[in-house]
C-alpha cells in the first residue's frame, strides 16, 4: 500500500465522498418515516469521520517519510525541519489546509451526533444532512481541485523546497489550528438552523440545543484573530498589531454576527422574540466563515496571507449560492411560523438595549466586509483601482467600536420588557459618577503619564464627514477611557448586587456567595468577565493614540531618545547555524538612569530561501512597549538604521483577551454537583480547570516570547552585510 501511497490517499478522499453522500441519502430517509435508519445515519456520520481521520494520518505520515513524490509534501517541507514544522506543514498550505478544516470539522460531527444520542430525535436526521453536505463538500474540493495527495508531474524529489521561513514560526502551530476551530464550529450551529427551519420546530429547543455549541465557536473566534494579532505584532515587524489586511477581515468578521447571536438568543429564550433574527444571524455566520476562506484562497484580493491564486474560487461561489438559496427558500417557506406575536414593549428595556447592540455589530461587519471588497467591485465594474487602507478603516471604525462599548455598558441596566425611570436612575447613578471622575482623573493625571485626554488634530479631508470625524479623533481617547470605566462600574455594580442578595437571603460567607452566584448564572456572570476583557481590549486598542515613532541611523556608541526610553546601540555581531546567517544589532535600552535590558533585533538571511526576515525585539512593560527593528547593517562602519516604536497600552489587550477566555469558560463550564462528583470527578474537572488556565497562561505570556520571524519591512531595505 505505502508504495502507492499517494493513489491510496486520493482513494480516501473519493471514500469521504461515498460515505458522506450515503450518510446524507440514509438520514434523509430516516426524516421521512423510517426512524430505524436513524441509527444507519449515525454509523455512516462516524465512519465518514474515520476516513478523515485515516486520510490526515495518511498526509502525516507523507511528511514524516518525506514521501516527496507528492507535490504538497514537496513545497511545504524538507529533510531538515523537525518534527514539529513537519506536523504543521499539514496546514501550511491550501490544500492541506483544507484537509485540515475537514479534519477539524470531522471532530465537530463525531462529537455532536455523539452527544445528541437519543435527543432531539426530530432534529437529528436533517442535522446530519446537513453536516454531511458540508464535508462532501470539501470533499469535492480536494478531489478536483486542491488534492493534497496529488503527484509531481516531473517524479519524486530528492529533496523538498522547505516550509516557508515566515512559517516557522510558534504562532504557525497555534494561530491556524485555533482560528479554523472557530470558523468550522460554526458548522454545528447552522445544521441545527438548517433542521430546524424543515422541522417547523423553531421554539426555544434548537435555540438551546446550540447554546453551548455557538459559544465555543465564539470562544475559539476569539483566541484564533488575538494570536493572528500577537503573531502579526511580532512577525510582519511594522509596530502594530492589526494592519486591516483582507484577509484579517475576512477573520473578524464571523466574531461580529457570532457576538451578536449570543446575545440576541437570549431574548428569543426569555421572551419568545426574534426568530427570523437568529436564524438569519446564525447562517450569516457560517455564510461569513465560507466567505472568509474563499477571500483567502481565490486570488481575488493581494494580501501577505492569502494562498496562491488558483480555480478553487468558482466552488466557493457554488457554494455560498446554495447556502444563500437554501436559506432564503427555507424562511420564505417557513415564514408564517417565524413571525413572533410578542413586540419590544418600551426603548428602556433590555430587549430594546440589545436590538442595538445587534445593529452595531452587524454593521460593523457590513462595513468590514464593504470596504474589504470594494476595490474588487470598483476594479471590476469601472475598472479603476482603488486602495482602501488602514486609516480609512481606523477613522470610520472609531466611532462604530464606541457605540458598541456604550452599548455594551448600557444594556445590563435595563430591565426586561419595561424599565422605569426610578429603577434607571437607580440603576446608572454609580456608573455615571464613576465615568465622570475617571474623565477628570484623566485629565488631572493623564498628560503627566503621557496619556493626555485631547490629542492634536490631523486634519485629512475638506468634506462636512472629514471634518466630524478630525474633531471626534481628537476627543476619541478620552471617550475610550471614560466608557471603559462605565463598563467597569456596570460589571462591579452587577456583581456587588447579586452577592448583596444572596448575603442577605442565605447564611453564607462573601466567597461562598460569589461562588454560588456564578454558578447558578454562569451564562450571565461569565459575560460580565468577557465584558470586563472587552473593555482591557479597548483601552488597548486606545493607547495607538499616543505612540512614538522614530527612524534614526547610528553607528556603535550613538544613542537615541524615544519617549521615555534612552537606548544605545553598541554593534552588530553575526550568527550561523544550518538554516541561516543572523545579523544581531544590539541596543542598550536605560529608562530612568537604569538598564533595563538589550534589545536585540535582526535580520536573518535563510540560504535554502535566501530570504530575508526581519526580526523584531520588544521589550514589554504594562504601560508601553518598545519595539525596535534594524533596516541594514554596513559591513565597514557597522552603521545601523533603525525604526523604534514606543506602544502604549499594547499588554492590556492580551491581558484582556485572557479575561475574555476565562469568562467564555466560565459560561461553558458544566453543571456541578460536588457532592456527586467524587474524588475521581474532582481529579478530571481539576485537570480540565489546569488545562484551560494554562491556555491562558499561554496567550498571556505570549508576547514575552522569543521573537518571532518577520517579513521585510515596507520602504526599508532587506540587505544586511555583515563581516
Sequence with gaps: MWESLPEFGTGVLFAIL??????????????????????????????????????????????????????????????????????????????????????????????CVRWLKGKYRQLQPYVIATLMTVMAFFAVLMLFSANPFETNLAGAKLDGEGLNPLLRNYYMIIHPPSLYTGFVGCTIPFSFAIAALITGRLDTEWIIAVRKWMLFAWLFLTIGNCLGMLWAYE?????????????????????????????????????????????VLISITFFLTIFGTFLTRSGLIASVHSFAQSDIGKYFVYFMFIIVGAVLGLLAWRWPILRGHAKIEAIASREAAFVVNNWALLGAAVFICTATVFPVISEGLWNETVTVGPPFYNRWMAPIGLVILALMGMAPLFGWRKTSNVSLRKAFTVPTIALAVGVVLHFLIGPGLGFPPIIGEEPSGSGVTDMILNKFETVAPMITVALVIFNFAVVAQEYQRGISARLRNASESFLEALVTLVARSRRRYGGYIVHLGMGLLFLGFCGKAWDIEREASLLPGESADVGEYHLTYRGARMEVDAEKRMVFADVDVNLGGRNIGTAQPAQFIYTRAQMPTTEVSMLHRMKDDLYVVVGTVNPATKRATFRFHVNPLVSWIWVGVVIMIGGAAVSLWPEVSWRRLGVWGTIRLGTTAAAGVMLAIMVASAPARATARGVVLPGVSSSVEAQ
Design 18 to 111: 461515498v460515505a458522506a453522500a450515503y450518510t446524507f441519502a440514509v438520514s434523509l430517509i430516516a426524516a421521512r418515516g423510517k426512524p430505524r435508519l436513524l441509527e444507519a445515519a449515525r454509523l455512516g456520520a462516524y465512519g465518514t469521520c474515520a476516513l478523515v481521520l485515516l486520510a490526515i494520518l495518511v498526509l502525516a505520515y507523507a511528511f514524516m517519510s518525506h514521501d516527496f513524490r507528492i507535490r504538497y509534501v514537496t513545497r511545504y517541507s524538507d529533510r531538515s525541519m523537525t518534527t514539529g514544522y513537519l506536523l504543521t506543514s499539514l496546514w501550511g498550505g491550501q490544500d492541506g489546509s483544507l484537509l485540515w478544516w475537514l479534519f477539524l470539522l470531522s471532530l465537530y460531527v463525531g462529537s
Design 235 to 279: 512577525e510582519l515587524g511594522w509596530g502594530g498589531y492589526w494592519a486591516w489586511d483582507p484577509v484579517e477581515n475576512a477573520a473578524c468578521l464571523p466574531w461580529f454576527t457570532a457576538s451578536a447571536y449570543v446575545h440576541s438568543t437570549m431574548i428569543q429564550e426569555r421572551r419568545g422574540m426574534f426568530k427570523v433574527w437568529n436564524v
